[in-house]
């Protein structure tokens, strides 16, 4: 098990990911919408694929 060391710069890094934490959400929604377009290219264009081979 990893034990996680108290310092003063992970209580630092770790106030400061608490005060942005609207930034770090908009990040994360940023990245999934990335992600979703992504798996929605892919799915499109492999159904367009079959479409075509028929």
């Known amino acids: ?3 996680v060391v ?3 710069l992970n209580r630092k890094l ?3 990911l608490w005060q942005m934490r609207g930034q770090a959400l908009a990040i994360a929604a940023v990245v999934m919408a990335g992600v979703a377009m992504l798996v929605m290219y892919l799915s499109n ?3 367009l694929q079959d ?3 028929r």
């Open 1 to 3: 098990m990893v034990s």
């Open 6 to 8: 108290r310092t003063a």
């Open 14 to 16: 770790l106030r400061e």
């Open 45 to 47: 264009s492999s159904s």
């Open 51 to 53: 479409t075509l081979a």
